[in-house]
């Protein structure tokens, strides 16, 4: 004989997968890792402390750091494991990883077994012209989805998003480091590591004036939430919220309405956006 789906079997049987569904979920997101994004320039010991405690070190671990944005690569390691050393006991290591080591199983092993990694300043092209379509790409997303912490600065801020900022102008040849208006279809951006959704970062935000950019984005990424980040200041990002820590401030800008592009060399006009301004210790819902 058949079961009727309204049997209070069916019933009970049915909220046991419920439940079952729901307790796996809030395990993934308990589970899940951190990211510590840093606005740029100088991290001072207190700031750098925050992530080192964020990171909830213990004996066993290690902090990896990935040196590929930077020019100089041995500098850019040397400079953060001697800020390190001052703040834990914990073994640091570099993986500079190019072409030729970046299928090395024995090397994603241990990214991904980092309880910390961290990306230094410099070209965020340059970085993901490395890991775009890797193992180690896949490396850095097991060990966030494992619980460890994914840090950078700079560059290695940029690199967080999905969609990209490169830095570059379309419209124009020469680099500059923030945009003289706001025009359609003129910001450049690639594909980044996408530990974070729906966002767009900008870094070096208040003492290089970018807002003319993290507008451009928004208009290319209207769905998206626009956060500056200045020198000094980083995101802590757990999940769905966000928290400000460091010495300045994050600028937010989000859901712009009434997008138009002028037939005049691509300017783009915005009748309303909300925007909010984050210091120290406030906190921020994302998508």
């Known amino acids: 004989m058949k079961k009727s789906i309204h049997s209070p079997l069916y019933f009970k049987v049915l909220i046991g997968l419920f439940a079952f569904l729901f307790c796996s979920t809030l395990q993934a997101q308990k589970n899940k890792g951190k990211l510590f994004i840093i606005g740029g320039g100088h991290r001072s010991d207190a700031l750098m402390t925050q992530l080192v405690?964020?990171?909830?070190?213990?004996?066993?671990?290690?902090?990896?750091?990935l040196p590929m944005s930077s020019e100089?690569?041995?500098?850019?390691?040397i400079y953060l494991k001697k800020q390190f050393e001052k703040l834990t006991s914990n073994p640091i290591i570099m993986l500079n990883f190019d072409k030729t080591t970046a299928t090395n199983k024995v090397l994603n092993d241990s990214l991904q077994n980092a309880k910390l990694i961290f990306i230094s300043g410099g070209d965020q092209s340059r970085f993901m012209n490395v890991v775009k379509n890797t193992p180690i790409y896949t490396a850095i997303h097991q060990a966030y989805e494992n619980g460890s912490t994914i840090a950078g600065t700079s560059a290695g801020a940029a690199v967080m998003c999905e969609h990209m900022i490169t830095g570059n102008q379309k419209l124009e040849t020469k680099y500059t480091e923030t945009f003289n208006n706001i025009r359609y279809d003129n910001?450049?951006?690639?594909?980044?590591?996408?530990?974070?959704k729906n966002v767009i970062i900008d870094q070096h935000f208040l003492k290089r004036s970018?807002?003319?950019r993290l507008l451009s984005a928004l208009?290319?990424?209207?769905?998206?939430?626009?956060?500056?980040?200045?020198?000094s200041t980083a995101l802590i990002v757990r999940d769905?919220?966000?928290e400000i820590v460091g010495e300045s401030e994050v600028i937010v800008v989000k859901k712009p309405k009434g997008i138009a592009k002028s037939k005049k060399e691509n300017l783009v006009s915005i009748k309303s956006?909300?925007?909010?301004?984050?210091?120290?210790?406030?906190?921020?819902?994302i998508q």
């Open 219 to 231: 208009v290319e990424f209207p769905t998206h939430i626009g956060i500056g980040i200045d020198e």
């Open 72 to 77: 100089e690569p041995d500098s850019a390691y």
């Open 187 to 196: 910001l450049e951006t690639t594909t980044g590591l996408g530990l974070v």
């Open 240 to 242: 769905k919220e966000i």
């Open 53 to 65: 405690k964020l990171s909830d070190l213990q004996k066993k671990d290690y902090i990896v750091v």
């Open 210 to 212: 970018r807002y003319n």
């Open 273 to 285: 956006l909300e925007m909010a301004v984050y210091n120290e210790g406030q906190k921020f819902k």
